[in-house]
T-cell receptor, first 116, second 114 residues
Framework: AQTVTQSQPEMSVQEAETVTLSCTYD???????LFWYKQPPSRQMILVIR??????QNATENRFSVNFQKAAKSFSLKISDSQLGDTAMYFC?????????????FGKGTKLTVNP | KAGVTQTPRYLIKTRGQQVTLSCSPI?????VSWYQQTPGQGLQFLFE???????NKGNFPGRFSGRQFSNSRSEMNVSTLELGDSALYLC?????????????FGQGTRLTVV
C-alpha cells in the first residue's frame, strides 16, 4: 500500500517570501503521479500542480514549482512570492495508474499561513 | 460552467440513523469519486464511479455505499450511523478516468453524528 507523509503540520511565511512544503511517499510502483492540492477555508480542494513520475523535469505552474526526487521518494512544493491568498491547507497526494486505479492517497496536510 | 455541487452542505444526524449525500458533477464529467475527511484520519478514499459502475472502493465497512445515475449524478449512503462517521465528505468529478484528467472537488457535506 502507498503512504504519503507530510512532516510539517504547520508553517508560516511572510508575504512575498518563498516557502517550501515537504512531502515523502512510499511505493513499490514505477508508474504513478503526484499532486499538490490546496484547501482554503472554503473547504474546496483545488489542484495546484501535478507531476508524472516518468518525467524527470520538475513541474512548474506560475509561482508554484516542485522538486521531485524519485529515488528519494520526495516531492516538495515551493511557493514563490507568497500571497495572502495562499493561506490554506496543502495536501500532497499520490495516484498509481495502471489502467484501473483512480484513487488518490493523501498526506495529512500542512497548514500554511501567509502573514502580511 | 457550474462546478461540482454537493448537497446538503451541512447535516446533523443521530446515531443509528441513515443518511444520503448527493453530488452533481460538472456537466459532461463521467467520473465521480468520494472522500471522507476527518481530523484524525485525514482524507480517505471511499469509492469511484464511472458510467454508473463502481470502479474502485476504499477500505470502509459495508455501511457505506453509493451509486451513480445515468446523468452522472452520484449519491452515497451511510446506514446505521456511528459517532465516528462525523466528517467532511468530499466529492470530485473528472471528465474521464486517469490522472491526466483533472479532478474538480465540491465544497463538501459536513456530517455531524450526535
Amino acid at each position: 500500500a502507498q503512504t504519503v507523509t507530510q512532516s510539517q503540520p504547520e508553517m508560516s511565511v511572510q508575504e512575498a517570501e518563498t516557502v517550501t512544503l515537504s512531502c515523502t511517499y512510499d511505493t513499490s510502483e514505477n508508474n504513478y503521479y503526484l499532486f499538490w492540492y490546496k484547501q482554503p477555508p472554503s473547504r474546496q480542494m483545488i489542484l495546484v500542480i501535478r507531476q508524472e513520475a516518468y518525467k524527470q523535469q520538475n513541474a512548474t505552474e506560475n509561482r508554484f514549482s516542485v522538486n521531485f526526487q524519485k529515488a528519494a521518494k520526495s516531492f516538495s512544493l515551493k511557493i514563490s512570492d507568497s500571497q495572502l491568498g495562499d493561506t490554506a491547507m496543502y495536501f500532497c497526494a499520490f495516484m498509481k495508474w495502471q489502467g484501473g486505479s483512480e484513487k488518490l492517497v493523501f498526506g495529512k496536510g500542512t497548514k500554511l499561513t501567509v502573514n502580511p | 460552467k457550474a462546478g461540482v455541487t454537493q448537497t446538503p452542505r451541512y447535516l446533523i444526524k443521530t446515531r443509528g440513523q441513515q443518511v444520503t449525500l448527493s453530488c452533481s458533477p460538472i456537466s459532461g464529467h463521467r467520473s465521480v469519486s468520494w472522500y471522507q475527511q476527518t481530523p484524525g484520519q485525514g482524507l480517505q478514499f471511499l469509492f469511484e464511479y464511472f458510467s454508473e459502475t463502481q470502479r474502485n472502493k476504499g477500505n470502509f465497512p459495508g455501511r457505506f455505499s453509493g451509486r451513480q445515475f445515468s446523468n452522472s449524478r452520484s449519491e452515497m449512503n451511510v446506514s446505521t450511523l456511528e459517532l465516528g462517521d462525523s466528517a467532511l465528505y468530499l466529492c470530485a468529478s473528472s471528465s474521464d478516468r486517469g490522472p491526466n484528467t483533472e479532478a474538480f472537488f465540491g465544497q463538501g457535506t459536513r456530517l455531524t453524528v450526535v
